[in-house]
Protein backbone atom coordinates (compact mmCIF):
# COMPACT_ATOMS: atom_id res chain seq x y z
CA UNK A 1 0.00 0.00 0.00
CA UNK A 2 1.65 3.54 -0.86
CA UNK A 3 1.54 6.38 1.57
CA UNK A 4 -1.18 8.06 -0.38
CA UNK A 5 -3.85 5.40 0.54
CA UNK A 6 -2.84 4.62 3.51
CA UNK A 7 -5.73 6.27 6.08
CA UNK A 8 -5.36 9.20 8.24
CA UNK A 9 -6.51 9.55 12.28
CA UNK A 10 -7.42 13.36 13.48
CA UNK A 11 -4.13 13.97 14.67
CA UNK A 12 -2.35 12.81 11.54
CA UNK A 13 -1.19 16.06 10.65
CA UNK A 14 -0.11 17.21 14.02
CA UNK A 15 1.80 13.71 13.82
CA UNK A 16 3.90 14.64 11.00
CA UNK A 17 4.36 18.23 12.29
CA UNK A 18 6.32 16.87 15.61
CA UNK A 19 9.00 15.00 13.07
CA UNK A 20 7.08 11.85 13.50
CA UNK A 21 8.58 8.84 11.97
CA UNK A 22 5.35 7.85 9.86
CA UNK A 23 4.81 3.85 9.03
CA UNK A 24 1.94 1.54 8.01
CA UNK A 25 0.11 -0.05 10.81
CA UNK A 26 -2.84 -1.91 9.81
CA UNK A 27 -3.45 0.57 7.28
CA UNK A 28 -3.04 3.75 8.52
CA UNK A 29 0.01 6.19 8.70
CA UNK A 30 1.45 5.93 11.87
CA UNK A 31 4.44 7.42 13.99
CA UNK A 32 6.39 4.57 14.51
CA UNK A 33 9.15 6.84 16.98
CA UNK A 34 9.20 10.70 17.43
CA UNK A 35 12.93 12.46 17.12
CA UNK A 36 13.81 11.56 20.26
CA UNK A 37 13.36 7.70 19.69
CA UNK A 38 11.98 4.72 20.76
CA UNK A 39 14.92 3.74 23.32
CA UNK A 40 14.46 7.33 25.30
CA UNK A 41 10.73 7.59 24.72
CA UNK A 42 10.26 3.97 26.29
CA UNK A 43 11.95 5.56 29.02
CA UNK A 44 10.23 8.29 29.41
CA UNK A 45 7.01 6.38 30.13
CA UNK A 46 8.40 4.35 32.93
CA UNK A 47 9.16 7.41 34.08
CA UNK A 48 7.39 10.57 33.42
CA UNK A 49 4.03 10.72 30.99
CA UNK A 50 4.00 9.52 27.55
CA UNK A 51 1.08 10.53 24.89
CA UNK A 52 0.08 7.59 22.17
CA UNK A 53 -1.88 8.49 19.06
CA UNK A 54 -3.99 5.23 19.47
CA UNK A 55 -6.60 6.48 17.39
CA UNK A 56 -6.54 3.54 14.57
CA UNK A 57 -8.25 1.38 17.52
CA UNK A 58 -11.87 0.61 16.67
CA UNK A 59 -14.05 2.36 19.40
CA UNK A 60 -17.85 1.44 18.70
CA UNK A 61 -21.02 1.64 20.87
CA UNK A 62 -22.94 -1.24 21.08
CA UNK A 63 -26.90 -0.63 21.67
CA UNK A 64 -30.34 -1.80 22.31
CA UNK A 65 -32.32 -0.51 19.05
CA UNK A 66 -35.31 0.02 21.36
CA UNK A 67 -32.65 2.35 23.49
CA UNK A 68 -34.13 5.91 24.46
CA UNK A 69 -37.58 4.57 23.48
CA UNK A 70 -40.68 5.39 25.29
CA UNK A 71 -40.57 1.37 26.21
CA UNK A 72 -36.97 0.72 26.57
CA UNK A 73 -35.62 -0.95 29.36
CA UNK A 74 -33.72 0.99 31.84
CA UNK A 75 -31.09 0.51 34.65
CA UNK A 76 -29.64 -2.99 35.39
CA UNK A 77 -32.34 -4.63 33.18
CA UNK A 78 -31.44 -2.78 30.10
CA UNK A 79 -27.61 -3.90 30.56
CA UNK A 80 -28.64 -7.32 31.61
CA UNK A 81 -30.20 -7.52 27.61
CA UNK A 82 -27.69 -5.56 26.15
CA UNK A 83 -25.06 -7.73 27.65
CA UNK A 84 -26.81 -11.04 26.74
CA UNK A 85 -27.03 -10.06 23.59
CA UNK A 86 -22.79 -10.20 23.33
CA UNK A 87 -21.81 -12.67 25.70
CA UNK A 88 -22.94 -15.09 22.85
CA UNK A 89 -19.62 -13.75 21.08
CA UNK A 90 -16.95 -13.76 24.02
CA UNK A 91 -15.79 -15.33 27.14
CA UNK A 92 -15.90 -12.46 29.41
CA UNK A 93 -18.66 -11.80 32.26
CA UNK A 94 -20.34 -8.64 30.46
CA UNK A 95 -23.07 -9.04 32.25
CA UNK A 96 -21.38 -8.67 35.85
CA UNK A 97 -20.13 -5.48 34.83
CA UNK A 98 -21.44 -2.21 36.93
CA UNK A 99 -21.97 0.68 36.22
CA UNK A 100 -18.30 2.70 34.80
CA UNK A 101 -16.21 -0.88 34.96
CA UNK A 102 -15.17 -2.15 32.06
CA UNK A 103 -13.64 -5.42 31.31
CA UNK A 104 -10.84 -7.33 29.23
CA UNK A 105 -12.48 -10.06 26.90
CA UNK A 106 -11.62 -12.31 23.62
CA UNK A 107 -14.25 -12.46 20.89
CA UNK A 108 -13.95 -16.04 19.56
CA UNK A 109 -14.67 -18.55 16.75
CA UNK A 110 -16.75 -21.59 16.55
CA UNK A 111 -13.69 -23.96 17.51
CA UNK A 112 -12.56 -21.75 20.49
CA UNK A 113 -10.16 -19.78 18.47
CA UNK A 114 -8.82 -16.15 19.41
CA UNK A 115 -10.50 -13.95 16.67
CA UNK A 116 -9.59 -10.32 18.56
CA UNK A 117 -9.01 -9.10 22.05
CA UNK A 118 -10.94 -6.06 23.22
CA UNK A 119 -12.52 -4.04 25.95
CA UNK A 120 -16.12 -3.68 26.93
CA UNK A 121 -17.34 -1.17 29.34
CA UNK A 122 -20.47 -0.41 30.68
CA UNK A 123 -21.12 2.99 30.85
CA UNK A 124 -21.41 4.83 33.98
CA UNK A 125 -24.52 7.30 33.39
CA UNK A 126 -28.16 5.87 34.10
CA UNK A 127 -29.49 6.68 30.93
CA UNK A 128 -26.94 5.11 28.65
CA UNK A 129 -27.38 1.85 30.20
CA UNK A 130 -28.61 -0.40 27.96
CA UNK A 131 -25.19 0.04 25.75
CA UNK A 132 -21.35 -1.39 25.80
CA UNK A 133 -18.43 0.67 24.56
CA UNK A 134 -16.13 -1.34 22.82
CA UNK A 135 -12.82 -1.27 21.81
CA UNK A 136 -10.86 -3.46 19.28
CA UNK A 137 -7.81 -3.98 17.62
CA UNK A 138 -7.02 -1.78 14.17
CA UNK A 139 -6.39 -4.86 12.37
CA UNK A 140 -9.22 -6.86 13.19
CA UNK A 141 -11.81 -3.89 13.29
CA UNK A 142 -13.87 -4.70 10.15
CA UNK A 143 -14.06 -8.24 10.88
CA UNK A 144 -14.92 -7.21 14.07
CA UNK A 145 -17.68 -4.64 13.62
CA UNK A 146 -19.25 -7.25 10.46
CA UNK A 147 -19.55 -9.84 13.23
CA UNK A 148 -21.27 -8.26 15.42
CA UNK A 149 -23.50 -6.51 13.53
CA UNK A 150 -24.08 -9.76 12.14
CA UNK A 151 -24.80 -12.02 15.36
CA UNK A 152 -26.21 -9.45 17.41
CA UNK A 153 -29.76 -9.05 16.74
CA UNK A 154 -31.90 -6.72 18.93
CA UNK A 155 -29.03 -4.31 19.12
CA UNK A 156 -27.31 -1.58 16.36
CA UNK A 157 -23.33 -0.96 16.03
CA UNK A 158 -22.18 2.51 16.11
CA UNK A 159 -18.56 2.86 14.94
CA UNK A 160 -16.76 6.02 16.88
CA UNK A 161 -13.24 5.47 14.73
CA UNK A 162 -13.71 8.69 13.11
CA UNK A 163 -12.62 10.29 16.18
CA UNK A 164 -9.23 10.31 17.82
CA UNK A 165 -8.36 7.97 20.83
CA UNK A 166 -5.34 9.19 22.53
CA UNK A 167 -3.08 7.11 25.35
CA UNK A 168 -1.71 9.14 27.81
CA UNK A 169 0.63 6.67 30.59
CA UNK A 170 3.29 6.90 33.02
CA UNK A 171 3.79 7.21 36.91
CA UNK A 172 2.89 11.06 36.62
CA UNK A 173 -0.21 11.22 34.27
CA UNK A 174 -2.13 11.18 36.79
CA UNK A 175 -0.60 14.33 38.83
CA UNK A 176 -0.35 16.11 35.47
CA UNK A 177 -3.57 14.96 33.83
CA UNK A 178 -5.67 16.28 37.11
CA UNK A 179 -4.47 20.00 35.65
CA UNK A 180 -6.41 19.76 32.51
CA UNK A 181 -9.48 16.94 34.03
CA UNK A 182 -9.53 16.96 37.70
CA UNK A 183 -12.24 14.20 36.84
CA UNK A 184 -9.80 12.28 36.31
CA UNK A 185 -7.88 12.09 39.88
CA UNK A 186 -10.47 9.15 41.71
CA UNK A 187 -10.47 6.93 38.50
CA UNK A 188 -9.07 3.43 39.36
CA UNK A 189 -8.09 0.73 37.15
CA UNK A 190 -10.45 -0.47 34.75
CA UNK A 191 -13.10 1.76 35.42
CA UNK A 192 -14.33 4.60 32.52
CA UNK A 193 -16.53 7.65 32.96
CA UNK A 194 -17.62 10.76 30.48
CA UNK A 195 -15.41 13.52 32.15
CA UNK A 196 -14.16 16.91 30.39
CA UNK A 197 -10.36 17.39 28.84
CA UNK A 198 -9.61 20.95 28.60
CA UNK A 199 -13.24 21.78 28.91
CA UNK A 200 -14.49 19.09 26.21
CA UNK A 201 -16.60 15.91 27.24
CA UNK A 202 -14.72 13.30 26.48
CA UNK A 203 -15.33 9.59 27.28
CA UNK A 204 -12.67 8.39 29.63
CA UNK A 205 -11.27 4.84 30.99
CA UNK A 206 -8.42 4.51 33.25
CA UNK A 207 -6.58 1.69 31.28
CA UNK A 208 -3.86 1.24 29.41
CA UNK A 209 -1.59 -0.69 27.30
CA UNK A 210 2.52 0.07 28.71
CA UNK A 211 1.82 -1.36 32.18
CA UNK A 212 1.96 2.14 33.89
CA UNK A 213 -1.16 3.71 35.31
CA UNK A 214 -2.88 6.08 32.91
CA UNK A 215 -5.89 6.65 30.59
CA UNK A 216 -7.27 6.13 27.30
CA UNK A 217 -9.62 8.98 26.21
CA UNK A 218 -11.75 9.00 23.15
CA UNK A 219 -12.08 12.53 21.70
CA UNK A 220 -14.21 14.38 19.35
CA UNK A 221 -12.37 14.24 16.27
CA UNK A 222 -12.41 18.56 16.21
CA UNK A 223 -10.96 18.66 19.32
CA UNK A 224 -8.25 16.52 18.69
CA UNK A 225 -5.92 18.38 18.17
CA UNK A 226 -5.98 21.52 19.91
CA UNK A 227 -6.32 19.21 23.00
CA UNK A 228 -3.11 17.45 22.07
CA UNK A 229 -1.12 20.18 21.51
CA UNK A 230 -2.31 21.31 25.33
CA UNK A 231 -1.28 18.58 26.88
CA UNK A 232 2.07 18.13 25.49
CA UNK A 233 2.97 21.79 26.38
CA UNK A 234 3.29 20.11 29.52
CA UNK A 235 7.06 19.62 30.25
CA UNK A 236 6.00 16.48 31.72
CA UNK A 237 4.16 14.79 28.53
CA UNK A 238 6.02 13.45 25.27
CA UNK A 239 4.95 12.03 22.29
CA UNK A 240 5.58 8.32 21.81
CA UNK A 241 5.56 6.31 18.81
CA UNK A 242 4.02 3.00 18.35
CA UNK A 243 7.66 1.55 18.97
CA UNK A 244 7.92 2.38 22.26
CA UNK A 245 4.29 1.18 22.55
CA UNK A 246 5.49 -2.25 21.59
CA UNK A 247 8.74 -3.22 23.84
CA UNK A 248 6.72 -1.05 26.65
CA UNK A 249 3.89 -3.55 26.19
CA UNK A 250 6.06 -6.91 25.79
CA UNK A 251 7.98 -5.68 29.00
CA UNK A 252 4.42 -5.65 30.59
CA UNK A 253 3.17 -9.68 29.25
CA UNK A 254 0.61 -8.42 27.41
CA UNK A 255 -0.10 -9.90 24.15
CA UNK A 256 -0.15 -8.38 20.59
CA UNK A 257 -3.36 -10.00 18.62
CA UNK A 258 -1.50 -11.96 14.99
CA UNK A 259 1.40 -12.39 17.35
CA UNK A 260 1.05 -13.77 20.63
CA UNK A 261 -2.21 -15.04 19.73
CA UNK A 262 -4.89 -15.71 16.19
CA UNK A 263 -7.49 -17.95 15.25
CA UNK A 264 -5.34 -21.00 15.93
CA UNK A 265 -4.40 -20.35 19.84
CA UNK A 266 -7.61 -20.45 22.50
CA UNK A 267 -7.41 -18.49 25.64
CA UNK A 268 -6.29 -21.23 27.45
CA UNK A 269 -3.00 -22.14 24.86
CA UNK A 270 -2.44 -18.06 24.68
CA UNK A 271 -2.55 -18.34 28.97
CA UNK A 272 -5.25 -16.12 29.27
CA UNK A 273 -7.60 -18.56 31.17
CA UNK A 274 -8.38 -15.72 33.68
CA UNK A 275 -10.03 -13.98 30.78
CA UNK A 276 -12.49 -17.07 30.69
CA UNK A 277 -14.83 -15.46 33.23
CA UNK A 278 -15.50 -17.83 36.20
CA UNK A 279 -19.29 -17.59 35.88
CA UNK A 280 -19.12 -18.76 31.69
CA UNK A 281 -17.38 -21.82 32.66
CA UNK A 282 -20.30 -23.44 34.60
CA UNK A 283 -22.28 -23.11 30.92
CA UNK A 284 -19.90 -23.01 28.85
CA UNK A 285 -22.53 -20.99 26.59
CA UNK A 286 -19.91 -19.22 24.15
CA UNK A 287 -18.02 -20.10 21.20
CA UNK A 288 -15.57 -23.77 21.52
CA UNK A 289 -17.52 -23.37 25.41
CA UNK A 290 -16.54 -27.15 25.63
CA UNK A 291 -13.34 -27.08 23.86
CA UNK A 292 -11.91 -24.61 26.12
CA UNK A 293 -13.51 -26.01 29.34
CA UNK A 294 -11.83 -29.50 28.66
CA UNK A 295 -8.76 -27.78 28.38
CA UNK A 296 -9.04 -25.74 31.58
CA UNK A 297 -9.16 -29.38 33.15
CA UNK A 298 -6.89 -31.11 30.96
CA UNK A 299 -4.28 -28.97 29.84
CA UNK A 300 -2.97 -28.32 26.02
CA UNK A 301 -0.22 -29.44 24.20
CA UNK A 302 0.98 -25.91 23.59
CA UNK A 303 1.09 -22.67 25.99
CA UNK A 304 1.94 -19.20 26.13
CA UNK A 305 5.04 -18.57 28.02
CA UNK A 306 7.88 -15.84 28.96
CA UNK A 307 11.19 -15.89 28.24
CA UNK A 308 14.78 -14.13 29.49
CA UNK A 309 17.72 -13.93 27.32
CA UNK A 310 21.06 -14.67 28.97
CA UNK A 311 23.26 -13.18 26.12
CA UNK A 312 22.43 -9.70 25.11
CA UNK A 313 21.47 -10.76 21.29
CA UNK A 314 17.79 -10.56 21.26
CA UNK A 315 15.12 -13.24 20.36
CA UNK A 316 12.84 -12.29 16.97
CA UNK A 317 9.07 -13.42 16.07
CA UNK A 318 9.34 -16.74 14.03
CA UNK A 319 12.89 -17.86 16.17
CA UNK A 320 12.68 -21.31 17.14
CA UNK A 321 12.59 -22.48 20.33
CA UNK A 322 14.87 -25.99 21.30
CA UNK A 323 15.98 -27.84 24.61
CA UNK A 324 19.21 -27.70 25.65
CA UNK A 325 20.04 -31.34 23.68
CA UNK A 326 18.47 -29.68 20.28
CA UNK A 327 14.73 -30.49 20.25
CA UNK A 328 12.50 -27.64 18.82
CA UNK A 329 9.64 -27.61 21.07
CA UNK A 330 8.16 -23.98 20.47
CA UNK A 331 8.58 -20.87 18.40
CA UNK A 332 9.20 -16.80 19.43
CA UNK A 333 5.41 -14.90 18.40
CA UNK A 334 7.35 -11.58 20.14
CA UNK A 335 10.82 -10.22 21.63
CA UNK A 336 13.17 -8.11 21.53
CA UNK A 337 15.48 -6.01 24.12
CA UNK A 338 13.31 -4.79 27.44
CA UNK A 339 14.94 -1.35 27.74
CA UNK A 340 13.71 -1.42 31.49
CA UNK A 341 14.30 -4.82 32.46
CA UNK A 342 17.76 -4.65 30.85
CA UNK A 343 17.58 -7.85 29.08
CA UNK A 344 16.30 -9.42 26.32
CA UNK A 345 12.48 -10.63 26.71
CA UNK A 346 10.28 -12.45 24.51
CA UNK A 347 6.94 -14.28 24.07
CA UNK A 348 6.04 -18.03 22.79
CA UNK A 349 4.56 -21.43 22.27
CA UNK A 350 6.29 -24.17 23.92
CA UNK A 351 5.19 -28.04 24.34
CA UNK A 352 3.86 -29.53 27.60
CA UNK A 353 6.26 -30.27 29.94
CA UNK A 354 8.57 -27.13 29.23
CA UNK A 355 6.60 -24.66 30.82
CA UNK A 356 7.94 -24.02 34.54
CA UNK A 357 9.35 -20.71 35.27
CA UNK A 358 13.10 -21.99 35.73
CA UNK A 359 13.65 -23.75 32.61
CA UNK A 360 16.77 -24.08 30.82
CA UNK A 361 16.09 -23.56 27.36
CA UNK A 362 18.09 -22.68 23.37
CA UNK A 363 16.74 -19.97 21.23
CA UNK A 364 17.53 -20.23 17.91
CA UNK A 365 18.97 -17.11 16.44
CA UNK A 366 20.15 -17.08 13.46
CA UNK A 367 20.79 -20.52 13.67
CA UNK A 368 22.67 -20.46 16.45
CA UNK A 369 21.58 -21.54 19.88
CA UNK A 370 21.68 -18.60 22.42
CA UNK A 371 20.59 -19.84 26.39
CA UNK A 372 17.15 -18.50 27.19
CA UNK A 373 15.44 -19.38 30.48
CA UNK A 374 11.81 -20.06 30.92
CA UNK A 375 10.35 -16.89 33.33
CA UNK A 376 7.24 -15.17 35.20
CA UNK A 377 5.31 -12.54 33.20
CA UNK A 378 5.71 -9.07 33.39
CA UNK A 379 9.06 -8.85 32.90
CA UNK A 380 8.71 -4.92 34.92
CA UNK A 381 6.59 -4.42 37.88
CA UNK A 382 2.90 -3.22 36.14
CA UNK A 383 1.83 0.01 37.99
CA UNK A 384 -2.03 0.33 37.39
CA UNK A 385 -3.95 2.20 40.05
CA UNK A 386 -6.54 0.26 42.01
CA UNK A 387 -7.27 2.02 44.67
Same mark, same amino acid.
Given at each position: ????????????????????????????????????????????????????????????????????????????????????????????????????????????? @?? =?????? %????????? +???? &? /? $????????????????????????????????????????????????????????????????????????????????????????????????????? @?? =?????? %????????? +???? &? /? $???????????????????????????????????????????????????????????????????????????????????????????????????????????????????????????????????
Amino acid at each position: MSNADLKLTPLSKLNHSMGGKMVDFAGYSMPIQFDSGIIPEHHHVREKCGLFDVSHMGPAFLKLEEMGSETALTGDAAHAKIAGIFEQLVCGDIAGLAPGEMRYTLLLN @DD =GGILDD %LMVTRPFAP +EEQG &C /L $YIVVNAGCKEEDFALISEKCEGAVLERADDNALIAVQGPLTRKLMAKYAPQLADMVFMTAKRVDVCGVNCLASCSGYTGEDGYEILVPAEHAETITKTLLE @DS =GIAPIG %LGARDSLRL +EAGL &C /L $YGHDMDTSKTPIEASLTWAVSKVRRDEADFPGGEKIIAQIENGTDMKRIGLTLIDKAPAREGSEIATKDGKIIGVITSGGHGHTAGKPVAMGYVQRGYTQAGTELDVLVRNKPRAAVVSRMPFVKQNYYRG
